[in-house]
T-cell receptor, first 120, second 110 residues
Framework: GAGVSQSPSNKVTEKGKDVELRCDPISGHTALYWYRQSLGQGLEFLIYFQGNSAPDKSGLPSDRFSAERTGGSVSTLTIQRTQQEDSAVYLC??????????????????FGEGSRLTVL | GEDVEQSLFLSVREGDSSVINCTYTDSSSTYLYWYKQEPGAGLQLLTYIFSNMDMKQDQRLTVLLNKKDKHLSLRIADTQTGDSAIYFCAESKGGFKTIFGAGTRLFVKA
């Protein structure tokens, strides 16, 4: 499809296990974002990749969280030793290069449908 | 620092106008956005405004920006049941990460 694709759509895991969440951005989008959506917490920024620049990891809540983006395309968010408070919907978004300004640029983010993680 | 705040709930009757408010702290924001999230779906851009504008109208949607007070609002005229969703206010400086508010859940009563 032409949109942002995330997998798995649902993941149930036991406390202490590691999980990997995958995001396949829109072809040609150089920027990729991970957000976490928890009940009552809104949309929390986690990490931002733009081209070959060092990622902005300022939103990662702990060192159990990491993300990589291979070949400037697919990204994987890894959560090690999951805790119950990690339960949330993890949303991925992509966009055109936000550092390039052109007349009709909007900076719009295109979101996937999310991966719902439940830690028992 | 960067922070975007909005109220969590709004309930209106079908046919009335809805006004969703948002405040932000970063005065250097370039773009301000409203995204809509329907149940079980990701967010979709509803409308946006550049920081050098005061108002933008798009069919039933009116966005007002008060840059002095760092206040953004979204007005939906003739609200319909299909408008029931979560509405997120967001800001960015262009070239940097987009920061979202917690979202306002709009309930439309028939």
């Amino acid at each position: 499809g032409a949109g942002v694709s995330q997998s798995p759509s649902n993941k149930v895991t036991e406390k202490g296990k590691d999980v990997e969440l995958r995001c396949d951005p829109i072809s040609g989008h150089t920027a990729l974002y991970w957000y976490r959506q928890s009940l009552g917490q809104g949309l929390e920024f986690l990490i931002y990749f733009q081209g070959n620049s060092a990622p902005d990891k300022s939103g990662l809540p702990s060192d159990r969280f990491s993300a990589e983006r291979t070949g400037g395309s697919v990204s994987t968010l890894t959560i090690q030793r999951t805790q119950q408070e990690d339960s949330a919907v993890y949303l991925c978004a992509s966009s055109l290069d936000p550092t390039v300004v052109w007349a009709d640029a909007t900076g719009e983010l295109f979101f996937g449908e999310g991966s719902r993680l439940t830690v028992l | 620092g960067e922070d975007v705040e909005q109220s969590l709930f709004l309930s209106v009757r079908e046919g009335d106008s809805s006004v969703i408010n948002c405040t932000y702290t970063d005065s250097s924001s370039t773009y301000l956005y409203w995204y809509k999230q329907e149940p079980g779906a990701g967010l979709q851009l509803l409308t946006y405004i550049f920081s050098n504008m005061d108002m933008k109208q798009d069919q039933r949607l009116t966005v007002l920006l008060n840059k002095k007070d760092k206040h953004l609002s979204l007005r939906i005229a003739d609200t319909q049941t299909g408008d029931s969703a979560i509405y997120f206010c967001a800001e960015s400086k262009g070239g940097f990460k987009t920061i979202f508010g917690a979202g306002t859940r709009l309930f439309v009563k028939a």
